[in-house]
């Protein structure tokens, strides 16, 4: 059965560029999240998508925004890139929503992204 | 305060030894917990979950959840040099969060 798989692996942008993230989640998942990964702030939560809506949002600023497609594959975007946006960027799918308290996530490989 | 918290360490364990990494969390409400396990440059693994006060055991691992003191932990017996890695405390508090980490090595 095939992971969670993430495109690109690697990104160099520019400040003030901005950047699309994909992900395709476990076939028969549902949810997609998203995580943030520095050596600073460990994981942060992004958002969370279920069933092409969003359920759930961390706090970050609006430059960071996703979408979910009728087949789970997600996608992330960030606009007017700053330094402080190069980060690790993880996907992590599961069964059922975060609300299901006890669904595990599954991570994929992530995307690093460096702005300079 | 921030809601999972977790010493980076590194914690230097001898192999063999029992390994024994903590975690706490500030929420209450918090419903179900998570062990995940970090390589360096690969993305985290789960390890264990536990939902309820006790421990739960799965081979070498054994997770304990306390939620009177809001405190989880995962102990690793007969620690091997494959389980250095970074491992990663989250709980369920509306969405899932993550603590910082714990590094943990294991010297031969």
């Known amino acids: 059965k095939a992971g969670v798989t993430q495109t690109p692996r690697y990104l160099i942008k520019t400040r003030g560029q901005q950047v699309t993230l994909s992900c395709s989640p476990i076939?028969?998942?549902?949810?997609v999240s998203w995580y943030q990964q520095t050596p600073g702030q460990g994981l942060q939560f992004l958002f969370e998508y279920f069933s092409e809506t969003q359920r759930n949002k961390g706090n970050f600023p609006g430059r960071f925004s996703g979408r979910q497609f009728s087949n789970s594959r997600s996608e992330m975007n960030v606009s007017t890139l700053e330094l402080g946006d190069s980060a690790l960027y993880l996907c992590?799918?599961?069964?059922?929503?975060?609300?299901?308290?006890?669904?595990?996530?599954?991570f994929g490989n992530g995307t690093r992204l460096t702005v300079t | 305060q921030k809601e999972v918290e977790q010493n980076s360490g590194p914690l230097s364990v001898p192999e063999g030894a029992i390994a024994s990494l903590n975690c706490t969390y500030s929420?209450?409400?918090?419903?179900?917990f998570f062990w995940y396990r970090q390589y360096s440059g690969k993305s985290p693994e789960l390890i264990m979950s536990i939902y309820s006060n006790g421990d739960k055991e799965d081979g070498r691992f054994t997770a304990q959840l306390n939620k009177a003191s809001q405190y989880v932990s995962l102990l690793i017996r007969d620690s091997q040099p494959s389980d250095s890695a970074t491992y990663l405390c989250?709980?369920?508090?509306?969405?899932?969060?993550f603590g910082q980490g714990t590094t943990l090595q294991v010297k031969p």
């Open positions: 929420d209450r409400g918090s419903q179900s």
């Open positions: 076939s028969g998942h549902r949810s």
């Open positions: 992590a799918s599961s069964r059922q929503s975060q609300s299901s308290y006890n669904s595990p996530l599954h």
């Open positions: 989250a709980a369920y508090t509306g969405k899932l969060i």
